[in-house]
Nanobody
Framework: QVQLVESGGGLVQTGGSLRVSCAAS????????VGWFRQAPGKEREFVAA????????YYADSVKGRFTISRDNAKNTVWLQMNSLKPEDTAVYYC?????????????????????WGQGTQVTVSS
């Protein structure tokens, strides 16, 4: 079992930056890929970014490519999502999710149904 806790959300103006963190704990975090998703009110939870265990494979949604950067430090059991040039449409609850990379990460990284472990989410609000 893996426990995930997000932090770092908040209120920022359009064009600003924010970094959210995902801290993992529990039985083992080894070999787990991590994804970031977001959910705005009244909308489906959508894929934002994902990173493999080694960090060698990184994927982004088209809507955030060039603005967001996902990274991780396995020694600290932490994954970050650096968000720059924020827009009002980035407003959402941001969730991190994790699962063993061997379960088909490279084919399923953008699917919320792939990940078994989820954090509670952190609110990001971008004011116009």
């Amino acid at each position: 079992q893996v426990q995930l806790v997000e932090s770092g959300g908040g209120l920022v103006q359009t064009g600003g930056s924010l970094r959210v963190s995902c801290a993992a704990s529990g039985r083992t975090f080894s070999n787990h890929a991590v994804g970031w998703f977001r959910q705005a009110p009244g909308k489906e939870r959508e894929f934002v970014a994902a990173i493999s265990w080694s960090g060698a494979n990184i994927y982004y949604a088209d809507s955030v490519k060039g603005r967001f950067t996902i990274s991780r430090d396995n020694a600290k059991n932490t994954v970050w999502l650096q968000m720059n040039s924020l827009k009002p449409e980035d407003t959402a609850v941001y969730y991190c999710a994790a699962d063993n990379e061997a379960r088909g990460f490279h084919l399923s990284y953008s699917s919320r149904y792939y990940y078994r472990y989820w954090g509670q989410g952190t609110q990001v609000t971008v004011s116009s």
